[in-house]
């Protein structure tokens, strides 16, 4: 399953979402890319979606956070794993024993999810996926 499949990160999001993020234009270039069917179909999660609303609302306001978010839900080309206690356990576990590195529980949370999902990769600007073992685009 995890062939063809894309996990977005929050850096990713938010470099799409922001006005004038410093990502910006690498993160679209890299959306148009998967819009034309590269790297498969697009996942995230609950808890990646927590911090997008969190840095967009930040960044710009609450209206476009929420706007956001309610599009990458609604969409059909967006798949949103919603992190349960047994993601967030394994998370916890992955965050306990890794002290050396600088992940958060987020980022915790997004390891277990893709390697249940079988995909080794991520739209992100977090260099941590890497460290995780992940392949980072772009």
Same mark, same amino acid.
């Given at each position: 399953?995890?062939?063809?499949?894309?996990?977005?990160?929050?850096?990713? /999001?938010?470099?799409?979402?922001?006005?004038?993020?410093?990502?910006?234009?690498?993160?679209?270039?890299?959306?148009?890319?998967?819009?034309?069917?590269?790297?498969?179909?697009?996942?995230?999660?609950?808890?990646?979606?927590?911090?997008? +609303?969190?840095?967009?609302?930040?960044?710009? !306001?609450?209206?476009?956070?929420?706007?956001?978010?309610? %599009?990458?839900?609604?969409?059909?080309?967006?798949?949103?794993? /919603?992190? !349960?206690?047994?993601?967030?356990?394994?998370?916890?576990?992955?965050?306990?024993?890794?002290?050396?590195?600088?992940? %958060?529980?987020?980022?915790?949370?997004?390891?277990?999810?893709?390697? !249940?999902?079988?995909?080794?990769?991520?739209? %992100?600007?977090?260099?941590?996926?890497?460290? +995780?073992?992940?392949?980072?685009?772009?």
């Amino acid at each position: 399953m995890g062939e063809g499949l894309i996990f977005y990160d929050t850096s990713a /999001w938010v470099a799409l979402a922001v006005p004038g993020d410093r990502h910006g234009p690498e993160a679209k270039r890299l959306q148009a890319q998967v819009s034309r069917g590269a790297y498969g179909s697009i996942v995230t999660t609950s808890f990646v979606l927590d911090e997008v +609303a969190t840095f967009v609302r930040m960044e710009t !306001d609450t209206e476009s956070a929420v706007r956001l978010l309610r %599009s990458i839900l609604a969409s059909a080309a967006i798949t949103t794993v /919603w992190i !349960d206690p047994g993601h967030f356990g394994s998370a916890l576990d992955l965050f306990q024993s890794h002290q050396d590195k600088r992940w %958060s529980l987020t980022d915790c949370t997004s390891f277990v999810v893709m390697r !249940d999902l079988g995909t080794d990769k991520a739209f %992100s600007f977090d260099r941590n996926f890497e460290e +995780a073992g992940f392949v980072r685009v772009p």
